[in-house]
């Protein structure tokens, strides 16, 4: 069966430190991947979704990147770390264009 | 452009109750439209979804959603709550491309 790991599960991160989220998938190939942030009262906020390797597409221009080195991996970076990005980060994936999505359990970032 | 209004940003109920929870988009095209729940503490799990056929859409735990073309309307029902049933519920769109567009999400407190 399919799952999908992210972590770390909470981090807190000075301003200004780099910033290094990974989430993978097993059991399925060639998943379309997402990177969204959860704020409260305000949804799900799509930042970053990639259809295959080395293939990134940003939806929120920020100071957020993402790299899909393999297949079934997905980084969300920084290099330097705002306040503003503290928040609720979440890892998806689906089988295709269909499907729904399925969630990792989340990284809570508390940049300090 | 695409966008997902969910109507109440919370609702209180007390158990045995009916609950109807209201999401209507904005899209001309054909639609992939989802219910998604988060409850405390837990990652996003997807409750149903539709993608066509039958307009009344079975979930898990009870829950159903009815899509209305007519109206653009995709609410989530459940005859009757359970104190378990607290969670919040997010309401989500596809459209022709790869992205899910989600509304704000409805905090839903169960009273025992």
């Known amino acids: 069966s399919q799952t999908i790991h992210q972590w770390p599960a909470t981090l807190v991160q000075p301003v200004g430190s780099p910033l290094s989220l990974e989430c993978t998938v097993e059991?399925?190939?060639?998943?379309?991947l997402y990177w969204y942030r959860q704020a409260a009262g305000r949804g799900l906020q799509l930042l970053f979704y990639?259809?295959?390797?080395?293939?990134i597409s940003s939806e929120v221009p920020q100071n957020l990147s993402a790299s899909r080195p393999q297949d079934r991996q997905f980084i969300l970076s920084s290099k330097k770390l705002l306040l503003s990005d503290s928040g609720f980060y979440l890892c998806?994936?689906?089988?295709?264009?269909?499907?729904?999505?399925?969630f990792g359990s989340g990284t809570r970032l508390t940049v300090v | 452009a695409q966008s997902v209004s969910q109507h109440n940003h919370h609702v209180i109920l007390s158990e045995a109750a009916s609950l109807e929870l209201g999401c209507n988009y904005s899209y001309g095209g054909t639609v992939n439209l989802f219910w998604y729940v988060q409850y405390p503490g837990q990652h996003l799990q997807l409750l149903l979804k539709y993608f066509s056929g039958d307009p009344l859409v079975k979930g898990i735990k009870g829950f159903e959603a009815e899509f209305i073309k007519s109206k653009f309307s995709f609410n989530l029902r459940k005859p009757s709550v359970q104190w378990s049933d607290t969670a919040e519920y997010f309401c989500?769109?596809?459209?022709?491309?790869?992205?899910?567009?989600w509304g704000a999400g409805t905090k839903l407190i169960i009273k025992p």
């Open positions: 990639s259809v295959g390797i080395g293939q």
């Open positions: 059991g399925t190939s060639n998943p379309n």
């Open positions: 998806a994936w689906e089988p295709g264009t269909k499907g729904g999505y399925t």
């Open positions: 989500a769109v596809k459209g022709s491309n790869y992205q899910l567009i």
